[in-house]
């Protein structure tokens, strides 16, 4: 079985600060880890993915993530954020035999 | 090439009737997920279904639901008999054919049900 945890439930970030938001894994196997975003009323849209090869990805949006494999992580980053990323962020893991597996969300917060 | 297709974007049922959920996956895609997102709670597997065949439904309650995806046609999320706590948001997600499983799943823009 597989799961997700994303540590945080909400991050407030003032607006052109950077952000981290943070996922750890569990898998007994290989995975393939993504990052979704969810806007307001709206369903989920991938921002980026890692398959396979270097560990840290670019998405859509500015945004990025490194896959740190010893630590189970793939915490996600942009160096400076806009009132438009507030929104809801999924982490989510695939392996196996297994399907999709969320993280319960992290509500990102842009304050001006 | 539409995306993933929920219909109806918002439902209303009493309590004890049935609700159905439709999707339609992207074209070319033969996997569909659905998943349930309740507030502050984030989302929730509950079925994974290829063609005719269900892969994975350890999410789905025992009772009262079901679901399908046949060879023509949407595919349907059954809840029969609905009570208040199953309003929530119902999430459809389909991906290609997974020669490699790191495909992509792309979602609808979900269907709210309300049972009042």
């Known amino acids: 079985a597989q799961s997700v945890t994303q540590l945080d439930s909400q991050v407030p970030v003032f607006e052109e600060a950077p952000v981290e938001l943070r996922c750890n894994y569990s898998s007994s196997v290989s995975v393939y880890l993504f990052w979704y975003v969810q806007y307001p009323n709206q369903g989920l849209q991938l921002l980026l993915k890692y398959l396979s090869g270097s560990t840290l990805v670019k998405g859509i949006n500015g945004f990025e993530a490194e896959f740190n494999k010893s630590q189970t992580s793939f915490h996600l980053r942009k160096p400076s954020v806009h009132i438009s990323d507030t929104a809801e962020y999924f982490c989510?893991?695939?392996?196996?035999?297994?399907?999709?597996?969320f993280g319960k969300g992290t509500h990102l917060i842009i304050q001006p | 090439n539409a995306g993933v297709m929920q219909n109806p974007r918002h439902l209303v049922r009493r309590r004890g009737q049935e609700a159905r959920l439709r999707c339609s996956p992207m074209?070319?895609?033969?996997?569909v997920y659905w998943y349930r997102q309740l507030p502050e709670e984030g989302l929730k597997f509950m079925v994974y279904?290829?063609?005719?065949?269900?892969?994975?439904e350890s999410g789905m309650p025992k009772e009262r639901f079901s679901a399908e995806f046949p060879k023509e046609g949407p595919s349907i999320l059954r809840i029969q008999q609905v009570v208040r706590g199953d309003s929530a948001a119902y999430f459809c997600?389909?991906?290609?054919?997974?020669?490699?499983?790191?495909?992509?799943?792309?979602f609808g823009q979900g269907t709210r049900l309300t049972v009042v």
């Open positions: 074209k070319g895609h033969s996997h």
């Open positions: 279904l290829q063609k005719e065949n269900i892969i994975d």
């Open positions: 997600a389909s991906s290609p054919p997974l020669q490699g499983r790191g495909a992509e799943a792309f």
């Open positions: 989510a893991v695939m392996g196996g035999a297994d399907g999709l597996t």
